[in-house]
């Protein structure tokens, strides 16, 4: 938590196989990030996690692994279990 960095995020377009995603670019650490792992960033927030590359290419190879796979369609994010425990230990 203590070790936060605070990116300026550009919003790029990348093709992947002739498909347009849009993608967040960080003009301080020069990293792209996935949009799909880490969608906050389109929105200028900071992700907690998610995966950055410093090669568009090397995204294209990512997000292709998320369209052949179907991990992220199942669970869009797992993290929101670990608040919702938290919740009910108040109740
Ligand atoms: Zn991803």
Redesign the pocket.
């Known amino acids: 938590m203590g070790n936060r960095w605070t990116p300026k995020w550009k919003k790029t377009e990348i093709d992947v196989d002739g498909k347009k995603y849009e993608v967040c670019y960080d003009e301080v650490t020069r990293l792209y990030a ?1 949009p ?2 880490s969608p906050v960033c389109l929105n200028g927030g900071v992700p907690d996690h998610g ?1 950055y590359f410093f090669h568009q290419a090397d995204l294209v190879k ?1 997000i292709k692994a ?1 369209k052949y796979s179907l991990w992220t369609k199942m669970r869009p994010s797992e993290v929101e279990e670990e608040e919702e425990e938290e919740e009910s230990e108040e109740d």
Do not use: A, E, G, N
């Open positions: 996935c799909m792992c995966s990512h998320h």
